[in-house]
């Protein structure tokens, strides 16, 4: 019952019925089997035989339960079950549930928490949404080492994850206690990660990789549904669905066809060989993605591609996110959550061909050996584990290899987590990039330059990084084309080639065309992905002939990639080109409706729709994302600036003025609010955001170029031309800063204005207004 003066969200098996989740998940004591379900459940417990055959009965009515597989695998089951794939999600009982719900208040940003019990029920009391204080059940745990996550009954057919959680490290360890996953910012009723926003909702964010088979549904009021074959993540979840090999098994003939009667198999195993005298064993073929195609699926930062992605290979069911300075540092070291593929597939161990079983127990997830006895599987200990290579005592921090090769970064508070790039430390990237490294990590206090003297007292020589050429490209530097031709023809692991590739699109269009032709030839999907990325700074005709033939490329997230940098140049396109691309259109479409209850879905669908010159369908598809998350900032920056080439400037403005409200700091959003400004004829006031966007770590060049322009219309000539001075230390090689600053000059005579003039002359006259300024002052080109 509810307390007194308590609101209580709604009772279990209502949510339930009403989020579309099939009986099977509720708890037992609620549970009534249909028939041939409970005769499954019954005979499941018969000899081998019987149980082979009670399986097949259970299976007609849906996916089967891995108790079943126990009969058979009884060692695999015993690992699952002490595995983290089991505690993905639970029902929350006694079982399952670690934190102190013993009448226990914690306070966070000012919120009040009660954890506690009713009976058998978990619960707890915080403030909803409203503001207003409620009593929520817990429904499931969500994980169990080192933190464990509630999911809440939210009401309105909604599980929402809390984002206060428990620290289930010993007391030693400083766990063993309530802390909220947002410390340092203060998180209410509103705020995008306030734990009833979109952000921690569980169908569209979680569901899909704690759980099983999970599928959804719209119904007619246009609501998604989200149902599950498991809570928690089975054996289907990883091998399929297994109705044929379960009729086998009851046959006796599993091992009479492919992969025991599953759709498809495990990786076949390689062999590794330590030649006499060798150090690192090679092995005895090519590598085989399986593993990575099924494991990548979730231990990935990525985007969906339509849907049931089991058994098809990554790339054509995934958009992985490429390395970049958001999620990664300059030198592809992990930064925010990224979930391990995208490190790994830097890696040199992948090009050569090991994958996650080589390190890994796929069914306990635990590694394989001991300490160094995991890496020593293929590094010969006599040359790695010994105090000459690691230069550390035996046993003490450093002369692990992971303490070096897999620095951790920790995330939701308490859980570490290892690059598995498996970088080598370089301090003199530190001290240049601003990139962590293991040296100081360990050594607290001191110095880049301390750690550089003692590799060289080593007799350690720091080989180049592709960090130094990602950092020209940043920059525009066009001579940096040439060492990009030379690294992507050469065996720098795809996934460094493709993000560098994308990064070609700042670069002079003339310059990278070639680049661009060998990256598209490229036999793997994501170098042809990065390159289709970088022809986006080609001009139209060019970049129709350079992606054409990427329009029917064999995987799907190149094709989508190639309808992405397509999109924009349509009206310039011939119409042979566009009788090509609409099915290339209609694809992406398809390929979005399976993610369609996320913002972030429907504001790509919304741009799509703008580029193809579908306002009302755009109008829509932004009207959806801000209604599913209405603090999505990118979304509102998008609607306003559709908004504004309507005609609406008004209303763009309210949009803008909203998202300043979210993101105060937003660079992207304090640039657009100071041109709605501009637009609007408040210039005075447009100077203070544009002035705020110039000066964060993550402004662009087109940043400080808006704030220059802005402060040369309203006369404050030596400030902007102090701004572009800025700008042009930054990123010298922007066509923008450097033409904008000799026109404010207004001084051919002058060494700065030659300066400039000749490394415009040197980045080519491809922009009208480079050519003309050339012309007007006389540049031979």
């Known amino acids: 019952m509810p307390e007194a003066g308590r609101t209580r969200s709604p009772g279990a098996r209502d949510f339930l019925r009403r989020e579309g989740v ?13 028939v041939k379900r409970r005769i499954g459940a019954v005979l499941v417990v018969a000899a081998f035989a019987g149980g082979v055959v009670a399986a097949v009965e259970e299976k007609e009515a849906g996916p089967i339960s891995p108790e079943v597989c126990r009969d058979c695998h009884p060692a695999e089951f015993r690992a699952w079950r002490r595995s983290d794939h089991f505690q993905s999600m639970r029902v929350a009982d006694n079982d399952a549930v670690l934190g102190d719900f013993s009448d226990v208040r914690v306070t966070f940003h000012g919120i009040e928490s009660r954890f506690f019990r009713a009976g058998d029920e978990y619960r707890v009391e915080t403030v909803g949404a409203s503001g207003e204080r409620c009593v929520f059940d817990v429904r499931y745990t969500f994980g169990w080492r080192p933190l464990q996550q509630y999911l809440l009954d939210a009401g309105n057919s909604r599980l929402q994850a809390f984002d206060v959680a428990w620290d289930d490290r010993a007391v030693a360890q400083g766990g063993q206690r309530w802390f909220h996953l947002q410390p340092d910012e203060a998180i209410t009723p509103g705020h995008p990660f306030f734990w009833t926003g979109h952000a921690m909702h569980w169908g569209s964010q979680c569901a899909a990789c704690h759980s099983t088979h999970v599928t959804k549904s719209v119904d007619a009021s246009g609501r998604t549904n989200t149902a599950y074959a498991a809570a928690n993540v089975t054996c289907e979840a990883c091998h399929g669905d297994a109705a044929a090999h379960l009729r086998h098994a009851a046959n006796g003939t599993t091992g009479s066809v492919p992969h025991a009667g599953f759709a498809d198999g495990p990786s076949p195993p390689i ?16 590598g085989d993605s399986r593993e990575i195609d099924q494991c990548g699926g979730c231990h990935a930062l990525r985007m969906p591609l339509g849907a049931d992605a089991q058994g098809k290979p990554f790339h054509d069911a995934y958009r992985i996110e490429l390395v970049g300075d958001v999620h990664y540092f300059p030198d592809g070291q992990i930064r925010e959550e990224v979930f391990v593929l995208g490190s790994f597939l830097q890696s040199r161990m992948h090009a050569q061909g090991v994958t996650c079983g080589n390190c890994h127990d796929p069914h306990s997830g635990n590694l394989v050996a001991e300490g160094n006895g995991v890496c020593g599987q293929c590094h010969h200990a006599a040359s790695y584990d010994v105090p000459t290579h690691h230069h550390h005592a035996a046993g003490t921090p450093g002369s692990a290899c992971i303490d070096c090769h897999m620095p951790a970064r920790t995330y939701m508070g308490v859980d570490p987590r290892r690059d598995h790039a498996f970088p080598i430390p370089r301090p003199s990237l530190s001290a240049e990039l601003g990139v962590p490294n293991a040296c100081t990590g ?11 003297e003692k590799l060289r007292d080593w007799g350690v020589a720091e080989k180049e990084h592709w960090a130094r050429l990602s950092q020209r490209l940043h920059r525009g530097d066009p001579a940096a084309a040439d060492a990009l031709y030379a690294l992507v023809a050469g065996d720098t692991p ?6 560098l590739l994308a990064q070609a699109a700042a670069l002079p269009s003339h310059k990278v065309r070639a680049l661009l032709e060998l990256g598209l030839r490229d036999s ?8 289709v990325a970088g022809a986006q700074g080609q001009p139209p005709a060019e970049r129709w002939q350079l992606l054409a033939p990427r329009v029917h490329d064999a995987v799907a997230s190149v094709r989508f990639e190639t309808a992405l940098a397509l999109a924009d140049i349509v009206p310039a396109l011939p119409a042979k080109a566009l009788a090509a691309t609409h099915d290339l259109f209609a694809e992406q479409r398809r390929l979005l409706e399976p993610t369609a209850d996320l913002a972030e879905t429907q504001r790509m669908l919304a741009n799509l729709e703008d580029r193809l010159g579908q306002s009302a369908a755009a109008r829509a598809a932004f009207g959806r994302a801000l209604t599913i998350d209405p603090t999505s900032v990118p979304a509102l920056i998008d609607y306003a600036d559709f908004l504004q080439r309507e005609g609406q400037e008004r209303e763009a403005g309210e949009l803008l003025t909203r998202a300043i409200s979210v993101a105060p700091d937003s660079p992207i959003a304090n640039v657009a609010y100071g041109l709605h400004l501009v637009r ?16 964060t770590p993550d402004a662009s060049a087109r940043f400080l170029y808006i704030h220059a322009v802005a402060q040369h219309s309203l006369g404050h000539h030596a400030a902007a031309l102090e701004t572009l001075r800025d700008g042009i230390e930054r990123w010298p090689w922007d066509p923008n800063l450097l033409s904008t600053l000799v026109i404010y000059l207004d001084d051919p005579q002058s060494p700065e204005t030659q300066r400039h003039l000749e490394t415009l002359a040197e980045l080519g006259p491809e922009l009208l207004h480079i050519r003309a300024l050339l012309d007007r002052y006389g540049i031979i080109r």
């Open 442 to 452: 360990c050594h607290e206090g001191r110095s880049d330059a301390w750690a550089q």
């Open 494 to 499: 795809p996934m460094v080639k493709a993000s």
């Open 524 to 531: 793997e999907p994501l170098v042809r992905r990065g390159a």
């Open 680 to 695: 609007s004829g408040r210039r005075d006031e447009a100077l203070a955001p544009l002035a705020k966007a110039a000066a």
């Open 22 to 34: 099939p009986p099977s998940i509720a708890p037992a004591r609620a549970r009534t089997l249909p």
């Open 271 to 286: 062999a590794w060989h330590l030649a006499p005298g060798g150090r690192i064993a090679t092995p005895d073929k090519a």
